[in-house]
Nanobody
Framework: QVQLVESGGGLVQTGDSLRLSCAASGRTLYRVGWFRQAPGKEREFVAGISWNAGNTRYTESVKGRLTISRDNAKNTGYLQMNSLKPEDTAVYYC??????????????????WGQGTQVTVSS
């Protein structure tokens, strides 16, 4: 089993920055990802990183503003969010896998999930 605990969400204004953290405990990870879910919408993939190689993937709408990273020694993943917009408002979820999966964007391809952290960007 893998336990994931997110932190770092909050209420900010347009253009501000936030850094989300995802602390993982349990077993060795293969990859970590971030998803978000806005009210009335489906959960969508935001970014992902392979744990050992550090290869990253992003959804198009966040490229250049959001950066995913990880600290292997701390077993923690991060999502640095800059130039935040009101449309970034959502609950952000951390996800993880222990083994290779072909899909990054499908929620069903991820085995472990955190409880979510709210990010609200006011205009």
């Amino acid at each position: 089993q893998v336990q994931l605990v997110e932190s770092g969400g909050g209420l900010v204004q347009t253009g501000d920055s936030l850094r989300l953290s995802c602390a993982a405990s349990g077993r060795t990870l293969y990859r970590v990802g971030w998803f978000r879910q806005a009210p009335g919408k489906e959960r969508e993939f935001v970014a992902g990183i392979s744990w050992n190689a550090g290869n990253t993937r992003y959804t198009e709408s966040v490229k250049g503003r959001l950066t995913i990273s990880r600290d292997n020694a701390k077993n923690t993943g991060y999502l640095q969010m800059n130039s935040l917009k009101p449309e970034d408002t959502a609950v952000y979820y951390c996800a993880a896998d222990q083994f290779f999966r072909s899909s990054w964007s499908e929620t069903r391809s991820w085995d472990y999930w955190g409880q979510g952290t709210q990010v609200t960007v006011s205009s």
